[in-house]
């Protein structure tokens, strides 16, 4: 994992990772565990404060892939099977499964969880933003 894939918060049996660029604000992390993940407090991820396995489930929640884990033992999220691909009703694709996005600079990135843009108007392509048409309320 590490810093090229988002700002670690490290504790002692999971270290979380969050991607602000890819994140579109589901809210699954706030409302699932709001004693790791609040807003309101610096740092605002405290992956001390519930067990590994309920923030592993927690992040899973997580559409845009924006916060991914890796366990102090080594483990870290399994792709689901079979690859799921939908589409929201702004048109950005929605992809959970063993996946290789090529980023906008060229480089292959394994994922387990993705929001593709689907309209073009992404600054963080292929990743959606929510900065063109595919910014229908409620698509994360």
Not at 87 to 100: K, P
Not at 106 to 119: I, N, S
Request: contains cysteine; aromatic residues 4%.
């Amino acid at each position: 994992m590490g810093a090229e894939r988002g700002k670690p918060y490290t504790g002692r049996d999971i270290t979380v990772t969050f991607d602000g660029r890819r994140c579109l604000h589901a809210a699954e992390c706030v409302r699932g565990l709001p004693q790791v993940f609040d807003t309101g407090r610096r740092p605002w991820i405290s992956p001390d404060a519930s067990s590994a396995d309920e923030i592993a489930e927690v992040v899973r929640r997580c559409p845009s892939g924006a916060l991914q884990y890796e366990r102090a033992e080594g483990g870290s999220e399994e792709a689901t099977a079979p690859t799921t691909v939908g589409r929201t009703a702004g048109g950005t694709l929605v992809i959970r499964g063993d996946l290789r996005i090529t980023a906008a600079d060229g480089a292959a990135v394994r994922e387990t969880r993705v929001m593709l843009c689907g309209c073009g108007a992404s600054g963080n392509q292929p990743y959606c933003d929510h900065a063109g048409p595919c910014a229908t309320p409620g698509d994360a």
